[in-house]
Every structure is written in structure tokens, then in C-alpha cells.
């Protein structure tokens, strides 16, 4: 089974992704599931964006996995954890530090973090390039929440690959997600230095085509044993951990 561990869905401003601009790319790249998110921060419990993905994923249950993508200094943002994972069985949170502006190791954050711990849940953390998302700050949240499942979406972008990959090296509640980072060699390295167990395939799609990320992860020249864990078993083993209650 493969399973993207990164997508989105969205229907609102700017973005128009519906998950039936997803699903046909999933099938041409062979991709049995995937884990969706919007484009847009919940504040708080009820949020549109939410009900957005807990409608696709009633819609669409043997291919959708939902996460709950939400701006942790909103006043609401603990009770949107607790209701996303809890009423709703959503099994992530996705955290946008550069859409929201702030520190991923803002105590606002570690809060949302360690919320997420309590139900088992991994947090999904957007790293890049930019300021507020390089994998050093990022890893410092890691560090204060060992309790914490993070993933570091796309691996620390285009130029901080080296520094998402020295992070999970250093702090074993660290996975590394490979989404629109473009080096098949260092998904390689990142097996090399980590293990295959803590790194997941995911596409960013539709923005990023799944069947080119796919491609990637095969081009990086892993054992069978390695690929299939890194497309999907290690995301299935995780998510199977999720709880509803705390």
C-alpha cells in the first residue's frame, strides 16, 4: 500500500483544490491513500477549514486520512485539537508557521504540541527555506516536546535537506517527510543516517504531482524492505497509534 502523508485539499479564496482534483492524480501515481489538509489555519473549534476536511474524509473513507491544520496562538486552539482528534477522529495537526507568523517553539505551539502527544498524534510541521520554518527551529519544538511525534514536511526544502536530516539524526521523535524536496540522493542519505522507519513518502499534491514524487522516492535507490516502509507502512504503524481520548 502506498500512502501519502502529505496533501491538501481546500475550497476557499485563492485555493481550489476539492479532493476530486486529488484522487485522479492519486490513482496515476498508484497511490492508495493519503493524508489531506487545508490550505487555511483553523482558529478554534468549528472552523470551516475542518469541517472542510472531516466532510472529504466521510466522503471519500477508504482513500482520505485527515489532519487538522490550525494556528496554535488562537485563543482556540487547544479546543480545536481536542475536537478534531477527539469528536471528529482526525489523526494529525498540521502547524504552517510562516502562515501564521510564529516561532514553532513559541510556548502557544508547545501547548498545541503537547496536546497532540495526548492522543498519540503526530505533529506535521511545514519547514522550507524561509525564516520560522527551518529545520533548526523546528527541531528546537521537537526538543522541548520529546513527547511529540514531529514531522518535518519536505525535509527542510531545497537548501536545509542536511539540516532536517542532522535534526531527526539528533532527536529520535523526528521523522522526515519527502514532499517537494527534489534530491532523490538524499532520501537516501536520510535512510542511511536515520533509518528507513523514520521517513514517509508524501507529494504536497496537487500542487506537487504525486506520480513524480512517487518516482523520486524510487529513484533513490533503497532496498525493497526500505522503499516499502518509506511509501507506506511506517505512516500506516504510526497513524494505527492515534488515540481519540486522551
Not at 532536517?164 to 543516517?193: F, G, H
Not at 508524501?202 to 522516492?217: F, H, I, Q, R
Request: hydrophobic letters at 45%; proline letters at 7%; charged letters at 20%.
Amino acid at each position: 500500500m502506498i500512502i501519502d502523508s502529505h496533501a491538501h485539499i481546500d475550497a476557499a479564496g485563492y485555493w481550489v483544490d476539492p479532493p476530486e482534483i486529488l484522487l485522479p492524480l492519486m490513482d496515476e501515481a498508484g497511490v492508495d491513500m493519503a493524508i489531506v489538509m487545508t490550505y487555511r489555519d483553523a482558529d478554534g473549534p468549528g472552523h470551516p477549514a475542518t469541517r472542510y476536511v472531516v466532510d472529504a474524509v466521510n466522503r471519500y473513507p477508504d482513500r482520505l486520512i485527515g489532519y487538522v491544520r490550525l494556528n496554535p496562538q488562537s485563543p482556540g486552539a487547544l479546543e480545536a485539537v481536542d475536537e478534531a482528534l477527539g469528536q471528529y477522529r482526525l489523526k494529525g495537526v498540521k502547524l504552517h508557521p510562516i502562515s501564521y507568523v510564529g516561532f514553532p517553539y513559541g510556548e502557544a505551539t508547545l501547548q498545541v504540541m503537547r496536546r497532540a502527544a495526548e492522543f498519540s498524534a503526530p505533529v506535521l510541521f511545514h519547514t522550507g527555506d524561509e525564516a520560522l520554518a527551518l529545520p533548526q527551529e523546528v527541531a528546537e519544538a521537537a526538543r522541548l516536546c520529546p513527547e511529540t511525534i514531529v514531522i518535518m514536511g519536505h525535509m527542510g526544502g531545497y537548501f536545509h535537506c542536511q539540516a532536517a536530516i542532522q535534526a531527526a539524526l539528533e532527536l529520535p521523535n523526528v521523522m522526515l517527510d519527502t514532499s517537494a524536496m527534489p534530491y532523490p540522493a538524499l532520501i537516501c542519505r536520510a535512510v542511511e543516517a536515520i533509518g528507513a522507519e523514520r521517513v514517509l513518502y508524501a507529494s504536497d499534491g496537487p500542487g506537487c504531482v504525486p506520480m513524480l514524487e512517487v518516482e523520486k522516492v524510487r529513484l533513490a535507490g533503497l532496498s525493497c524492505r526500505d522503499e516499502t516502509l518509506v511509501l507506506g507502512e511506517n505512516i500506516q504503524r504510526l497513524l494505527a497509534g492515534v488515540r481519540h481520548d486522551r
